[in-house]
């Protein structure tokens, strides 16, 4: 008992000099980001009603906007009213990753990955800017902690349904932040399908079909409200991929090009393999910017973790 209150203890302390960082970062920044004022345009548009005006700064209406004019109710400034939804969501994540992480490890080492998620420069400085990523995240990882929830198998199963769905929800409400987040609710829909078919309880079947109902409705109903806001930024993401392939073979050929201006030698046929394998160098890309966007340090220790987990 002595123990649980020391753990809720301290991640309500963790939580609070979450808040503090973030509240200190946001009033020693002066300088608003460009799309900043986009979305004080778009939230003063919503405020006084005119959608139109909403859609005309941006096409895809992204739901921090409404969050800034809610806010508004209670703060006179435009700017603070964006601010104070950036640090209210960014501070507000270290709550339901604190859950998240319950699943997997226990109250001290929990707290320990929330204190370094809460001290990561990069995630402090987002929660002061005026972007829509705070938003993103909070819903981020509140679902990604109602679906891991639903996976264990001691719940009943209409807990489980209840558990899948806000999940699905919370996806959603993350990919109405930062559409790049519907990845998230692609993939999970698949991970529960596939899983109800290799479980052992085969009733999870019927959960996993049931809760694309009420995800269904909801996103009927969103892109029933917000078209052609829905329709115009899937036409862009379905163009840009479009053209991302066109890219990509154009640089396959070019390189086999390339290649074949070379009759014999190493370089002719390093040319031609790195044709087929293009795809390799935007991986370790990708790997990249995430290890510098998830901050060295935190990676080091994630690497270090690892070793010791496997030494045990």
Same mark, same amino acid.
């Given at each position: 008992?002595?123990? &649980? ?11 609070? +000099?979450? %808040? &503090? +960082?973030?509240?200190?970062? /946001?009033?020693?920044? /002066? $300088? ?18 005119? @959608?139109?005006?909403?859609? /005309?700064? $941006? ?8 969050? %800034? ?15 104070? +939804?950036? $640090? ?5 994540? *270290?709550?339901?990753?604190?859950? *998240? ?12 990955? #929330? ?9 402090? !400085?987002? !929660? &002061? ?5 705070? #938003?993103? @995240?909070?819903?981020? #990882? !509140? ?13 009943? *199963? ?5 558990? *899948? ?17 519907? %990845?998230?609710? +692609? ?19 019927? #959960? ?9 409705l909801f996103l009927m109903a969103g892109i029933m409200l917000f078209d052609p806001s829905f329709s115009d930024y899937s036409g862009k993401a379905a163009v840009k991929l479009s053209a991302s392939l066109d890219q990509y073979n154009n640089l396959r050929d070019q390189l086999g090009t390339l290649a074949g201006a070379f009759d014999r030698g190493a370089l002719r046929s390093f040319l031609w393999k790195v044709r087929n394998l293009v795809w390799l160098i935007d991986v370790g890309v990708l790997i990249g910017n995430s290890v ?21």
């Amino acid at each position: 008992m002595r123990s &649980a209150n020391r753990a809720i203890r301290m991640i309500h302390l963790v939580i609070l +000099i979450g %808040i &503090a +960082i973030r509240a200190f970062a /946001a009033l020693n920044t /002066a $300088v608003i980001n460009p799309d900043g004022m986009v979305y004080i345009q778009q939230a003063k548009a919503i405020y006084h009603g005119d @959608w139109q005006l909403a859609r /005309a700064c $941006v096409p895809f209406v992204s739901s921090y906007p409404f969050l %800034i004019a809610a806010a508004h109710w209670v703060l006179p400034s435009w700017i603070d009213s964006a601010r104070m +939804i950036s $640090v209210l969501f960014g501070s507000l994540t *270290l709550l339901p990753l604190y859950f *998240l992480l319950r699943r997997f490890a226990d109250e001290r080492t929990s707290c320990l990955c #929330v204190l370094l998620y809460a001290f990561i420069p990069f995630l402090v !400085s987002g !929660s &002061a800017d005026l972007i829509r990523d705070p #938003v993103c @995240w909070f819903f981020l #990882v !509140s679902g990604c902690y109602f679906f891991v929830r639903q996976l264990e198998t001691r719940e009943t *199963l209409r807990t489980r349904f209840l558990y *899948l769905t806000s999940s699905y929800v919370l996806f959603l409400m993350a990919g109405w932040a930062r559409p790049e987040a519907f %990845i998230f609710l +692609i993939f999970s829909c698949c991970y529960s399908f596939l899983y109800s078919l290799f479980s052992e309880d085969k009733r999870y079947l019927f #959960v996993a079909i049931a809760s694309l109902l009420p995800l269904g409705l909801f996103l009927m109903a969103g892109i029933m409200l917000f078209d052609p806001s829905f329709s115009d930024y899937s036409g862009k993401a379905a163009v840009k991929l479009s053209a991302s392939l066109d890219q990509y073979n154009n640089l396959r050929d070019q390189l086999g090009t390339l290649a074949g201006a070379f009759d014999r030698g190493a370089l002719r046929s390093f040319l031609w393999k790195v044709r087929n394998l293009v795809w390799l160098i935007d991986v370790g890309v990708l790997i990249g910017n995430s290890v510098a966007a998830s901050f060295i340090h935190t990676f080091l220790f994630l690497c270090s973790g690892s070793l010791g987990y496997r030494r045990g």
